[in-house]
């Protein structure tokens, strides 16, 4: 018998998956659940979905259609909630910048990305005024936390508060294809050029059912509930937060944004507002756990999800010393991007704490609707016997499907119809997966990356150094930091630490590498290990050098 494929009944609704439907049905129908920025600024779920209604408004008169662009600079605020879904519900398309791309980046990122209205707080006005001269803009609206328009040079139309009042709070979000594109941000590689990254309404729609199918379940442990209080300290834009506003929202709870990450007021926020749900990177929770504030203030019911870089086993340990439940979640930019989830069975959760962290910080078992494989190069699944270790390759209903205007590493990501991680990886015993390495030389600091064959040829130019080989190294606290092995020119002058650092801080000045860069180490020594066709052996500099 053939298939039988259903014909549309012409008088049905054609239920599409937009992001408005999320805006509209929340789990919890609480109009009176509050959001907060940070602990100064607070309104209702009714006001917050007229605000985002009068968002609609103003970027429509501003003369903003479907398919155009709409670009965010800001910390994490009410503002930019407002924004992740006025802007795509009005089938225009969100793009968040990333704020910590050096200034030529981010031309290049708002330029790709054909951005039409930039909103920017006020703080990431230099910036722009960097690259002035040499953006295309219609539209610039400023994010001022004190509600006045700032002095600049840029050619503001308005501030945002201001703007919202002068606009109706009523706006019927029309339906469209659920195909069609919500987001884009930019990723950056190995190469120097950032990487644009694409979701549609349904992606980003799947993604908050599946994130919140996965957490939700859990019973005891890595769980995010009807009763929980939220609040990312993750960049908004990065990933759309891990796409966990949206689950918050979806959900109706009490939502915290904190703006700046400043560790004494997120320990506020976390101890006032009684924060029960976090993410973030390492570098964060090491952060705060410096903090002589941590120790007055009751932890022992936060959940946190740790990402971007691999969870310590000792940050681990100290979380669950002060009640914490600290857990990895897994994913990539292009991923949307949670695949996996380090939540215990109830056999592991009766372990000690010790016990407990050796699972808490692998990579976890893929949520549901994600079908990961590890493979070899040939793409030829590896032994699942707990030591053999392959690639993570990746289906699911919301990963990216390429990179945006790029054909050709749209081709290399999805090569044999999976999308490539480039993380090797095993399986336990109990179905966890752990990374053990990246395929890549890419280095992760602090949750951003950092390109090692950018900063080699920034080191190259130094006329001292006559060699440079660039690794990754583990770090307590950012993860990852460069380590630039240097073999110096001995026929010059004697080059110091030092001076390489302010050699690379020039270049940083000038916009064209990442800050992150500053936390590089140096390394003088007499000769760097190639393979047998004179690249530089990575694999073994790191086995050399890595710890």
Known sequence: MPLETLTNNPYAYNYQLLIKHIFNSPIVNNPNQEIVYRGEIRFSYTQFKKRVRQLANLLTELGVKAGDTVAVMD??????????FAIPMIGAILHTINVRLSSEQILYTIDHAGDSVILV??????????????????????????????????????????????????????????????????????TGLPKGVYFTHRQLVLHTLGSLSTLA???????????????????????????????????GVKQVYPGKYIPDLLLDLIDKE???????????????????????????????????????KTMCEEGLKRGIDMFTGYGMSETCPILTVAQLTPELLEGTDKEQSEIRIKTGRPMGLVEIKLVDEAMNP????????????????????????????????????????????YYDANGYIKITDRSKDIIKVGGEWVSSLELEDILNQHPYVKEVAVIGVNDEKWGERPLALIVADTTRECV??????????EFIKKGIMARESMLMKILFVDSIAKTSVGKINKKELRAQYGS
């Open 75 to 84: 910390y994490d605020s009410h503002r930019y909630l407002e924004c992740y």
């Open 121 to 190: 707080h006020h703080d990431f006005l230099p910036i722009l005024e960097q690259i002035k001269g040499r953006l295309d803009i219609g539209v610039f609206i400023a994010l001022s936390e004190d509600n006045i328009l700032p002095k600049t040079t840029i050619p503001l139309h308005g501030e945002y508060e201001t703007l919202l009042s002068e606009n109706h709070d009523d706006f019927d979000f029309p339906d469209f294809d659920e195909n069609t594109r919500a987001t884009t941000f930019y990723t950056t590689g190995t």
């Open 217 to 251: 379940s859990a019973p005891n442990q890595g769980n995010f509930n009807q009763g929980d209080v939220y609040m990312p300290i993750t960049p908004m834009f990065h990933v759309h937060a891990w796409g966990l506003p949206y689950v918050a929202t979806f959900l």
């Open 274 to 312: 009684k924060v029960t749900f976090s993410h973030c990177v390492p570098t964060i929770m090491h952060m705060l756990f410096n903090s002589p504030k941590i120790d007055s203030i009751d932890l022992s019911h936060w959940k946190v999800m740790i990402g971007g870089a691999s969870l310590p």
């Open 382 to 425: 590896v032994p699942n016997d707990g030591e053999s270790t392959g690639e993570i390759v990746v289906r699911s209903p919301w990963l990216t499907e390429g990179y945006f205007r790029d054909t050709k590493n749209s081709e290399h990501l999805w090569h044999g119809g999976y999308l490539h991680t480039g993380d090797m990886a």
């Open 496 to 505: 110091t630490e030092k001076e390489l650092l302010m050699h690379t801080k």
